[in-house]
């Protein structure tokens, strides 16, 4: 049973660029969450997707964005890249409710 | 604003030592309080906590959730050099008809042979 897939594992963008960070649920979950969690800090809420839709969105600019697609796989989007997004990004699936199961996250390195 | 505030922020011991971690919240919307540890990238799930005064035990980890003070504590016993991880401490809160996890800062745990 797969878990949790995320691609790529490790990214390195130049400032102002724009990057997609992609995660494949774990097989039977519909819901998909991402968090962004920088280093020393636990991770933070950035939105989550249910049916396609952004159902709920943590405190980021809408420089973050994100997509679902019917098969439940999702992806991140970030523009105009700031040395600040330096992070790891975390998506979790569940269904419907709290049961989370992580990926191993995105390492992204803005330069 | 809702937060959740781990202690120590890190911690050191030695194998054998029986060593206990904190986490405190302040949060409207409560649902669970969960319990993560992260070794290197993907948290894993260790216990949900629901009802005060529950120990959740697993091996030699151990949870617990007081509801009235706003806490709760991990605790593990005879802690082994593969314990060493961050343990992550996040309360969910439901809004939107779904739930989130807000997370505290972590307690990075280095046991040492």
């Known amino acids: 049973d797969a878990g949790v897939t995320q691609s790529p594992t490790h990214l390195i963008k130049t400032r102002g660029q724009q990057v997609t960070l992609r995660c494949s649920p774990k097989?039977?979950?519909?819901?998909v969450s991402w968090y962004q969690q920088a280093l020393g800090q636990g991770p933070q809420f950035i939105f989550q997707?249910?049916?396609?839709?952004?159902?709920q969105r943590g405190n980021f600019p809408d420089r973050f964005s994100g997509h679902q697609f019917p098969n439940y796989s999702s992806e991140l989007n970030v523009n105009a890249l700031w040395l600040g997004d330096s992070a790891l990004y975390l998506c979790?699936?569940?269904?419907?409710?709290?049961?989370?199961?992580f990926g191993s996250g995105t390492r992204l390195t803005v330069v | 604003e809702d937060k959740v505030v781990q202690s120590p922020l890190s911690l050191v011991v030695h194998e054998g030592d029986t060593v206990t971690l904190n986490c405190s919240y302040e949060?409207?919307?409560?649902?669970?309080l969960l319990w993560y540890k992260q070794e290197k990238k993907a948290p894993t799930f260790l216990f949900m906590l629901?009802?005060?005064?529950i120990e959740k035990k697993s091996g030699r980890l151990s949870s617990i959730l007081d509801k009235k003070e706003l806490f709760s504590i991990l605790n593990i016993t005879a802690t082994q050099t593969g314990d060493s991880a961050i343990y992550l401490c996040?309360?969910?809160?439901?809004?939107?008809?779904?739930?989130?996890?807000?997370f505290g800062k972590g307690t990075k745990l280095s046991v040492i042979p």
């Open positions: 979790a699936s569940s269904l419907g409710g709290i049961g989370y199961t």
């Open positions: 629901t009802s005060s005064g």
């Open positions: 097989s039977g979950h519909d819901t």
């Open positions: 949060v409207t919307n409560f649902r669970s």
């Open positions: 996040a309360f969910a809160y439901s809004g939107a008809g779904s739930y989130q996890l807000t």
């Open positions: 997707y249910y049916e396609e839709e952004e159902r």
